[in-house]
């Protein structure tokens, strides 16, 4: 199993939950994040004194698949995800050894 | 009935009830500047020590209020010598109900009580640039000792019959020397005492509420109308271009700074368009009853912009004017004292000349020396007073409590509770489920 974790922008979130869902995708778990990447967040100014605020909110969605979806499902969120603009986010893989679902106490891929 | 009027009306000035009713909605006015002050400040700050910043503000209602009783007003406005008033008024006794005040159609009770308002907002300027970081104690000793020794007598030069700037003939039609510079050099004064907050320059201090700003401003504004038409004492033509220069020299300061801002910055800001109206409203204070509304655009304009290049000398020069009481109120008190000597057109209220308008140097002059004797009188005074609190009860609150916001330390209060929007985890923390949480008050816990 693998754990895709992506970190888009908050409006893109309903795209990549569409994309998503027509891909087959049972669950997906969704927080509300803040980070900066290259683009280093925005500047404010108050009375002539500019703040740069350089962490950005993000939203991070995170989503157990089995090991021949992944690359898959990463260009689905990635599609989605895009708009082409700096701070579009990024999206990663992790190897996953166990899952359970608390409610049978399922394991592994039955468990998805 | 109509002769008997006539005849008597050439006399001694009689009670105009239309003028006292004038005057007392005016008081009402300028009072409510204190709270809209408080506001204004109190959104510039950061969510920890809010409370703390409307305290301030609100605490000089109270005291200066008292003291004003006990013998400001007879300090500031008995006849006395140049430099201070006599205590024919003290507890503001041998003042009959129907006495007026010399001079003018009101009675002495409202125009004792029009100018309290300007003694209590006066001290309430100087909390601006002491935000986060002094003890509630140190501040309410402070303009205690402040308006005793600075506030009282600086209104008796400026204003008493006897005052040696009036009788120099110094214009102050409203409080931009005796009230503006005054508390800007004493903000001035204390801030070089007191020293920085911790992380000034380092840390983000971004201002937690700018519609609380706005709202600040607008009150500020709506009394400031009171504050400076006022000042004629009566409701006739003189008090209604005060009126119109006070509105036409804060809509052009709020250009003014939002113009600036646009060139420098790249941006219009709302805390820009607040700040540039407070700019204009200080600056046409001493100039409202000289000047013509074409006078005040330029004035407006002026203020506006220096004021707003003003606010960024505190990060050149390095002291902490949290709120820019200095780069607003004293700078922009200075501006409009001395646009008098340009601006003053003799056709208004005063007779006095600017340069514009023919009337040489003098009246410049003699706002330079208005100006001097109260910024140097206030900021030396200020920096004493400081130094012996600091010496005597320490002025400021310990870096943890600083840290920690003085909301916390000093009042036991926050100003917002949040608590409802993490109820959620609130109630899963706590065993119950989310509803029950947000229903039940929060269980005291004994530490």
């Known amino acids: ?61 995170e989503i157990l698949v089995e090991d021949s979806d992944a690359d898959d499902l990463i260009e689905v969120v990635v599609k989605a995800a895009r708009t082409g603009k700096i701070g579009d986010g990024k999206v990663w893989s992790l190897p996953v050894d166990t899952a359970v679902r608390v409610r049978t106490g399922e394991r592994g891929p039955d468990a998805l | 009935m109509a002769p008997a009027i006539i005849t008597l009306a050439a006399d001694a000035p009689r009670l105009d009830s239309g003028s006292t009713a004038f005057m007392l909605i005016s008081a009402a006015l300028v009072m409510v500047m204190t709270p809209g002050l408080a506001f204004f400040y109190g959104g510039m700050v950061r969510v920890k020590s809010a409370l703390n910043m ?75 640039a002491l935000a986060d970081r002094v003890k509630f104690t140190a501040w309410s000793l402070y303009i205690t000792l402040w308006a005793t020794v600075v506030y009282f007598p600086v209104a008796h030069w400026v204003w008493g019959s006897d005052g040696w700037l009036y009788k120099k003939g110094v214009i102050d039609f409203a409080g931009g020397t005796a009230v503006h510079i005054n508390a800007g050099a004493a903000a001035l004064g204390v801030i070089l005492v ?94 409202c009853g000289s000047i013509s509304p074409l006078g005040a655009i330029l004035l407006g304009l002026v203020t506006g912009a220096v004021c707003a290049a003003a606010v960024g000398l505190k ?28 601006l003053a057109t003799g056709g208004v209220g005063q007779t006095a000349k600017g340069l514009f308008y023919g009337g040489g140097w003098h009246q410049l002059g003699l706002q330079f020396i208005g100006v001097g004797a109260v910024l140097g009188y206030s900021l030396v005074c200020s920096a004493i007073l400081a130094k012996l609190i600091d010496m005597v009860m320490g002025f400021r609150v310990s870096e943890e409590e600083e840290a920690a916001g003085v909301d916390q330390a000093l009042h036991a209060e926050s100003a917002y509770d949040f608590t409802a929007v993490g109820s959620r985890i609130a109630g899963a923390l706590t065993g119950g489920s989310s509803t029950e949480a947000d229903a039940s008050p929060t269980k005291k816990v004994d530490a």
């Open chain 1, 1 to 61: 199993m693998k754990l895709i974790t992506a970190v888009v922008k908050p409006h893109r979130l309903d795209e990549v939950k569409e994309a998503l869902q027509a891909f087959g995708v049972h669950g997906l778990t969704v927080t509300e994040a803040s980070g900066y990447g290259r683009q280093r967040g925005h500047t404010e100014v108050y009375r002539g004194a500019e703040y740069t605020v350089d962490l950005v909110p993000k939203i991070r969605i």
């Open chain 2, 194 to 287: 007191i020293g920085k907050r911790k992380g000034f320059g380092r840390d983000a201090m971004r201002p937690h509420n700018i519609p609380l700003v706005m709202l600040g401003a607008g009150l500020l504004w709506f009394g400031w109308f009171g504050f400076n038409a006022g000042s004629w004492l009566a409701s006739d033509g003189v008090a209604a271009v005060a009126f119109t220069n006070t509105q036409v020299a804060t809509a052009a300061a709020m250009i003014g700074w939002l113009v600036y801002e646009r060139l420098r910055h790249g941006s219009f800001t709302t805390l820009g368009a607040a700040s540039g109206a407070v700019a204009g409203l200080v600056a046409v204070t001493p100039a």
């Open chain 2, 54 to 128: 409307l305290m301030m503000s609100f605490i000089s209602l109270g005291i200066i209020t008292i003291l004003w009783t006990l013998y400001g007003f007879s300090f500031a406005f008995d006849t006395g010598n140049g430099f201070l008033g006599g205590t024919n008024w003290l507890g503001m006794r041998n003042i009959g109900i129907s006495e007026l005040w010399p001079g003018y159609s009101i009675p002495i009770y409202v125009f004792a009580v029009f100018q309290l308002m300007f003694a209590i907002i006066t001290p309430a300027l100087i909390s601006g």
């Open chain 2, 315 to 342: 990060y050149r020069f390095g002291y902490d004017d949290s709120l820019d009481v200095v780069g607003v109120h004293m700078v922009g008190g200075i501006i409009g004292s001395l646009s008098i000597g340009f």
